[in-house]
């Protein structure tokens, strides 16, 4: 189940943000991940965290996931059959999916809801994270990009699963 949160950094307001036809936030001043990948450099920050979801998701669900918001072309996943109380090291399923596009519709407003979370940043700064279970066992920090770059790259080759962006402000 893929995550995608972004993170309007050093943003003290609680915020409003605007209502999407093909995806549902949830938004929170307190800077937790759903999964924690990238928690470590939440922590050293402040902001307000939008954690993006399937549309038929609701904030009071258990699990909060955005897998319908993706354009699965990359094939079948190979589910990992583990035992838990082995003491050997096991392949829990990572390293089989590296990058990935949004479904055209959704990333449209992916880059509206990015520009409005740059615009409460006071220093025009956000974390755009993406954490799944099934991509690059190391995470990647890709630092200073702006939001042309991330349309590109998402365009291009698609973006990094397991990767924490950092959006600037031109």
């Known amino acids: 189940m893929p995550t995608i949160e972004l993170v309007s950094i050093l943003c003290k307001e609680i915020l409003t943000v605007p209502s999407f ?21 939440f922590d050293q920050t402040e902001g307000v965290i939008v954690h993006l979801g399937n549309k038929d998701l609701t904030r009071e669900d258990s699990c909060f996931f955005a897998g319908d918001l993706i354009d699965w072309d990359e094939g ?37 809801l990015l520009e409005y979370l740059l615009h409460h940043s006071p220093c025009g700064q956000v974390y755009f994270s993406t954490d799944y279970q099934f991509g690059p066992t ?20 698609g973006l990094k699963w397991n990767c924490l962006y950092r959006v600037d402000a031109v």
């Not at 996943?77 to 596009?101: A, H, K, N």
């Not at 949004?102 to 990333?107: D, I, K, S, T």
Request: hydrophobic share 35%.
């Open 21 to 41: 036809s093909t995806f549902t936030t949830i938004v929170d001043n307190s800077l937790k991940s759903h999964r924690g990948l990238f928690q470590h450099m």
């Open 76 to 112: 079948a996943i190979i589910l990992p059959t583990v035992d838990p109380d082995s003491p050997d090291r096991q392949w829990w399923g990572e390293d089989q999916c590296v990058r990935f596009r949004f479904n055209a519709e959704v990333f449209s407003e992916v880059q509206t």
């Open 138 to 157: 190391s995470p990647d920090y890709l630092v200073g990009c702006s939001i042309q770059q991330l349309i590109d790259d998402h365009n291009g080759q």
